[in-house]
């Protein structure tokens, strides 16, 4: 009886030095999961150090309301630590792509580890009580204690991150506190009531977080997040085409199949030089259309215009005016245009809706993709603006948004050479977008008269008649070297410039 | 037990799964779709004389009856139509007209079932050019050039060729090839322009469209009396892929294996087509989803109504300076009697034998016709996983494979929200003599086809069998005549264009020796001419 007291005396210890590793452990793990997630490491350790302290003194705090059956409780608080800190850095790994608040996340599975691993230490010194002697128990509870920690902290760094990842470091730790808990629920199952029940839990969760250890990688193939600069927050494949946002603290991006489309920081530049040359030019325009730009952002430049009363807008996928239309972030950004009385969404080819079309439009702004293959390079034909030409009224002023002169010039003036082959005049001007570089854009007219580029609405941020001026100048390294051919549905010239002048730029 | 009965329910999965494997294995996965026939079964029916019960309708008569309507017929009642002689009735077999340039439909698009383009025309053919500007495929003129309609201009990218494990632009073979091959294959390509660009001492084009306004000197005829394998040797050309190649082309145009193929016919391919237009290469091609019904249907557009389908002509004599034709209606299944002032017998010379009841006619027929089989499959198809190189074009063909490839029916939409495509793919059966070939493809199940066609695709496309959503298959027992060598200007068979009686005028293609748009509809036309003539001079 004697070397059984002793034997759980020295188990309980044991318990303590492993208690303390695993503590640390789940508090370097935040602390190293946050700094990945989300930057600023000085930061991010100080605050978890700081609340996962703080939390254990909470803990310590409230063992005092722990009166009866301390070894059960003992038991139980092993096991929920073992579950929580187990899982703590899966759940941050998966919650961080998909959830808006991971702060609250982080923090409060921060606080609930240090609560229950503060109960831990304290509770099982009044276990130890009765056992020992108080000079010689707290001595020792505290040695271990602190040898466990030392433990952890050179672990952590030199073996567990490098050989186990984050995901597996914290369900390893969590499965010794299970196993100590199961351990203890087995060895005083007289001491404990309802032993029974905690074993059994006990050995469900070291079950549970032994399958989630195996399948550790795809858990953290599951969130990507990782591998990006920015964090994904939405991603979807449409019929069409796949969609991705990613956000980071100061911006959020569209990419559609991975090519860029616009930055929060920056669209208002490009949006505001795609729409205003054309209307403020045109101020009795009353009919607007706009071909793609399912974002809403050229729609969002257009309803500046008091006197447009009806814009026609058609965008190929549904997905993407449904997710404008619908989702907070960016109807955050284009202001909710495209709930706009005045709008008409239309989910259809811009092709066959052209053809098929006998309105008549004041402006028509072209936001595609760039021709980067031969079915968008069919919307950027001599045929297709042929049609185009059809859809607006003599003094009619359509725009396109035409690529990068700068890293394309050939696909650049091949676009407003295939216009003036369509029969228009064209004004080609160009802008600075720092995430896009330096843009282009064709405004194509009926007729010749210059536009009056003098009125520009009172709030814009990037457009004004000076800047307007300065747009329409291009310097020598953005004219084309040779004479580019226009762009047929029979010889897509446009896409095999572009192809060539975008791989060559790319490569570099 | 209840473990038992676990164990028992996977071993059944498993087994169900290893079944469903093997199944696709041997291609026997099954798709919607069947083997779509046109009215060959009625058209035996007039090569054995065997029919059900049938009564007897009223006798009709009509100044002009026009027996076929596929583009020589059509052509004939467009261009009588057009000067002002609007009496006449066609009569066709089929229950749409069109003939080789039938089309076929389905939610997504038309497509074709057969003919399904024509290259820039050649000047000097006012009749040709004059029907095009109607029909809307010529829009305008630039500097005297036609300006071709831009949506009916094969849209970029036109073809590609799956050689040497990769697709390359253009069918010409290239990539991959040595470079004796390559200076072979050009040096062939220089012969053929500058054939391209003879001309005899009085004018004349060395090869010419229609075929019967080349020149008749020797130097240029005596190329029909061998093949195009022998004029290759000849001139040293040896490569294999140039010999490949050739041998897809003359299949592609002629139904016939290079072996066969007459070799004035075979640089006729090549040498022929000096098309001028605006906005658009002699090399160009027109084409629709629906393929020639495009045109077929401006050719038939004003006298629609003429059309009587599913009629089976089963004799046709001259009688008192008129015409007498027998045939069976198959709606009504009553036999009529026309008797017409003219009619043009716009069929296959193996048709016209019988209608004629001329053994002399058949002898010829027999002595110089070979007609090719050909099967034709147009499969409706989600997007195929892709090998390296070029991207779906127009026209994607194998180097070297039994097929001729696919060709793309949805290329001319410009609708980019589509996500499946209607393919359609062609096979002349040139493996066998056409007698037995033809044999063997009215005795293969539409199964046989479709693992035949899955296998083939199978090596451009590996998931083609996931992408399959609907295959649909069509024979063609006497598709076009080959232009054997010897042929195309034998006098002797040249005799079956002249008017029999001076009131029935032979007028198709094969006539004319080789199956294109352009032969066929100046057959049309100049049986017209024929008639209107006459007509004008009973006038007078």
């Known amino acids: 009886m004697v070397t059984g007291e002793k034997r759980t005396h020295w188990l309980l210890l044991a318990a303590v030095f492993a208690i303390a590793t695993c503590g640390l452990i789940y508090e370097l793990v935040a602390g190293t999961l946050a700094s990945y997630l989300l930057g600023d490491s000085v930061k991010q350790f100080s605050t978890i150090i700081g609340v996962y302290l703080f939390a254990m003194g909470i803990g310590s705090f409230l063992s005092r309301y722990f009166q009866r059956q301390l070894l059960s409780w003992f038991v139980r608080i092993e096991l929920m630590v073992g579950l929580v800190g187990g899982f703590s850095a899966t759940i941050l790994f998966i919650c961080f792509p998909i959830a808006s608040g991971f702060g609250v996340i982080l923090y409060g599975l921060i606080g609930l580890t240090g609560v229950l691993v503060g109960l831990e230490i304290p509770l099982l010194m009044r276990i130890l009580k009765d056992r020992m002697a108080f000079d010689k128990m707290v001595s020792q509870v505290f040695s271990f204690d602190y040898i466990g920690a030392l433990a952890a902290s050179i672990l952590f760094p030199l073996l567990l991150v490098p050989q186990l990842g984050l995901i597996r470091t914290s369900l390893f730790f969590g499965m010794i506190n299970l196993g100590i808990g199961i351990y203890l629920a087995f060895h005083l199952r007289r001491n404990i009531k309802r032993a029974m029940w905690l074993q059994t839990t006990g050995v469900v969760l070291l079950l549970t977080e032994l399958i989630a250890f195996a399948y550790a990688n795809q858990i953290m193939d599951i969130s990507e997040s990782l591998s990006y600069n920015d964090r994904v927050v939405y991603s979807a494949s449409t019929l069409y085409q796949r969609i991705a946002i990613t956000k980071n603290k100061k911006e959020l991006r569209l990419f559609l199949n991975g090519n860029l489309q616009f930055s929060s920081i920056d669209e208002y530049r490009y949006h505001e030089a795609l729409v205003h040359p054309a209307l403020s030019a045109m101020p009795t325009a009353r009919k607007v259309l706009v071909l793609g730009g399912g974002d809403g952002l050229a729609v969002r430049e257009i309803i500046k215009y008091p006197g447009v009363e009806k814009i026609q807008l058609v965008d190929l996928d549904p997905a993407m005016t449904r997710l404008f239309s619908t989702q907070g972030m960016l109807t955050a950004i284009n202001q909710l245009s495209l709930r706009n009385k005045k709008l008409h969404i239309e989910n259809a080819d811009a092709f066959s809706w052209l053809r098929s079309n006998n309105d008549r439009y004041d402006a028509v702004i072209v936001d595609f993709p760039d021709p980067s293959n031969f079915s968008i390079g069919k919307l950027y034909s001599v045929t297709f603006y042929k049609y185009l030409m059809r859809a607006l009224t003599p003094a009619g002023i359509a725009v396109i948004q035409s690529t990068s002169p700068f890293v394309a010039p050939k696909s650049f003036w091949c676009i407003d050479t295939t216009l003036k082959t369509a029969g228009f005049e064209t004004l080609p001007y160009h802008n600075y977008v720092p995430s896009f570089g330096e843009w282009g854009y064709v405004m194509a007219m009926k007729n010749r008269a210059m536009p009056d580029f003098r009125k520009f609405p009172a709030n814009l941020r990037y457009l004004d008649s000076a800047t307007m001026q300065q747009m329409m100048v291009f310097p020598p390294d953005m004219k084309a070297k040779i004479k580019p051919l226009p762009n047929k549905l029979n010889n897509q010239h446009l896409v095999n410039y572009f192809e060539e002048e975008w791989s060559e730029y790319l490569d570099q | ?540």
């Open chain 2, 1 to 540: 037990m209840r473990r038992k009965k676990f164990i028992q329910f996977l071993a059944s999965l498993t087994a169900v799964a290893a079944i469903t494997d093997s199944c696709r294995e041997k291609g026997i996965r099954k798709y919607p779709g069947r083997l779509v026939e046109g009215n060959m079964r009625l058209g035996h029916a007039l090569r054995d004389q065997q029919f059900g019960k049938t009564t007897k309708g009223l006798p009709e008569e009509t100044p002009v009856a026009i027996i076929g309507a596929g583009i020589s017929g059509l052509s004939a009642g467009y261009h009588l139509y057009s000067a002002g002689y609007t009496e006449f009735v066609v009569l066709d077999l089929e229950s749409t007209p069109g003939g080789n340039a039938v089309a076929g439909k389905n939610a997504l698009s038309s497509f074709p079932w057969g003919a399904h383009y024509i290259p820039i025309p050649n000047p000097g053919m006012p009749e040709y050019i004059s029907f095009l500007e109607k029909a809307g495929v010529i829009e305008n003129y630039e500097n005297g050039k036609p300006a071709y309609n831009e949506l009916y201009l094969c849209f970029d990218p036109e073809e590609r060729l799956y050689i040497n494990g990769k697709w390359q632009d253009g069918l010409v073979p290239n990539f991959g090839l040595p470079a004796a091959d390559q200076q072979q294959i050009q040096r062939f390509m220089q012969m053929m322009d500058s054939f391209r660009q003879a001309r005899d001492h009085e004018g004349k084009e060395a090869f010419a469209i229609p075929l019967a306004r080349s020149s008749p000197e020797k130097q240029w005829r005596e190329l029909d009396n061998i093949s195009i394998l022998t004029w290759l040797q000849q001139n040293n050309l040896t490569s294999k892929y140039l010999a490949d190649y050739i041998n897809y082309c003359t299949r592609d145009d002629y139904g016939t294996p290079a072996k066969d193929c007459s070799a004035w016919a075979a640089i006729h391919y090549f040498a022929s087509r000096k098309g001028i237009a605006a906005n658009a290469d002699h090399s160009d091609v027109l084409t629709w989803p629906e393929g020639n019904q495009f045109l077929a249907t401006k050719l038939c557009n004003s006298f629609k109504e003429k059309i009587k389908t599913g009629c089976l002509v089963t004799e046709v004599q001259p009688m008192n300076k008129k015409v007498s034709i027998t045939y069976l209606n198959q709606s009504s299944n009553q036999w009529h009697t026309i008797t017409a002032g003219h009619c043009v017998l716009a069929v296959p010379q193996m048709v016209a034998a019988r209608l004629l009841k001329q053994d002399n006619r058949a002898d010829l027929k027999n002595k110089y016709y070979q007609y090719s089989p050909w099967m034709i499959a147009n499969l409706r198809i989600s997007k195929p996983a892709e090998r390296s190189g070029a991207g779906m074009s127009w026209d994607n063909v194998q180097h070297g494979a039994p097929s001729l490839g696919y060709v793309d029916a949805t290329h001319q939409l410009t609708d980019n929200a589509l996500t499946e495509k209607n393919i359609t793919y062609y096979h002349p059966l040139t493996d066998q003599p056409p007698n037995e070939a033809r044999i063997a493809a009215y005795n293969t199940s539409y199964e046989k086809w479709v693992s035949q066609i899955v296998a083939d695709l199978k090596r451009v496309h590996p998931d083609i069998e996931n992408c399959i959503k609907e295959i649909n298959v069509k024979l063609w027992g006497h598709a076009m005549p080959q232009p054997r060598p010897g042929f195309l200007f034998s006098e002797e068979r040249l005799q079956l264009q002249d008017s029999i009686a001076g009131t029935i005028h032979p007028a198709h293609s094969d006539i004319a020796g080789i199956s294109i748009f352009e032969e066929a509809f100046y057959q049309g036309y100049h049986a017209s001419q024929k008639i209107i003539r006459s007509m004008k001079s009973a006038k007078t």
